[in-house]
T-cell receptor
Framework: DAKTTQPNSMESNEEEPVHLPCNHS???????IHWYRQLPSQGPEYVIH???SNVNNRMASLAIAEDRKSSTLILHRATLRDAAVYYC???????????????FGKGTHLIIQP | DVKVTQSSRYLVKRTGEKVFLECVQD?????MFWYRQDPGLGLRLIYF???????EKGDIPEGYSVSREKKERFSLILESASTNQTSMYLC???????????????FGPGTRLTVL
């Protein structure tokens, strides 16, 4: 997977918006940007993905820079249940051989204060 | 509610034992995956399958094998467990799409395996 860079941790207050940044300066033209999160003691959970345009779903919004070298996951109104590690991933197209699948880096540990 | 279930949340085995980890999904997904997650190393793909009886190696297949006899079930087998296979094992599934890794993957809760 192309490399992504995220802050190790971020802190926010409950009911406030949260903007989680991700840098992916080596992204190729066909790379999708995926976000997953992992709550404590659970498996990862898909959040959102996009290619070029900004995307919205019931969980979050994804804002993609015009040059696609960075993106921001937006939680519009954080709750305590949003406390998790958030991963920004650029899955590689499968081309045979030993595949990497979804390569999760260290992600951003999001702390929500009541 | 869509679901991926794994046979055990916690498992303790001895070195040399044969270990079976079972994963079942109820979403009629074509693709299924096995990952392990270790602190500092993130998620690493062991094996995946895009159809019944089909399997493909991931990044770290050594010491593991898999079986997919039915569409909904994907088993991970540790032929002779070793202490370096102590880890969190995560199963996932996804719909067939333009590329096997592009579609949303649904993960199970994980099995924490300890090999003594």
């Amino acid at each position: 997977d192309a490399k992504t860079t995220q802050p190790n941790s971020m802190e926010s207050n409950e009911e406030e918006p949260v903007h989680l940044p991700c840098n992916h300066s080596t992204i190729s033209g066909t790379d999708y940007i995926h976000w997953y999160r992992q709550l404590p003691s659970q498996g990862p959970e898909y959040v959102i993905h996009g290619l070029t345009s900004n995307v919205n779903n019931r969980m979050a919004s994804l804002a993609i820079a015009e040059d696609r070298k960075s993106s921001t996951l937006i939680l519009h109104r954080a709750t305590l249940r949003d406390a998790a590690v958030y991963y920004c991933i650029l899955p590689e197209m499968y081309s045979g051989g030993g595949a990497d699948g979804l390569t999760f880096g260290k992600g951003t540990h999001l702390i929500i204060q009541p | 509610d869509v679901k991926v279930t794994q046979s055990s949340r916690y498992l303790v085995k001895r070195t040399g034992e044969k270990v079976f980890l079972e994963c079942v999904q109820d979403m009629d997904h074509e693709n299924m995956f096995w990952y392990r997650q270790d602190p500092g190393l993130g998620l690493r793909l062991i094996y995946f399958s895009y159809d019944v009886k089909m399997k493909e190696k991931g990044d770290i297949p050594e010491g593991y094998s898999v079986s997919r006899e039915k569409k909904e079930r994907f088993s991970l087998i540790l032929e002779s467990a070793s202490t370096n296979q102590t880890s969190m094992y995560l199963c996932a599934s996804s719909l067939q799409g333009q590329d096997i890794f592009y579609n949303e993957q649904f993960f199970g809760p994980g099995t924490r395996l300890t090999v003594l």
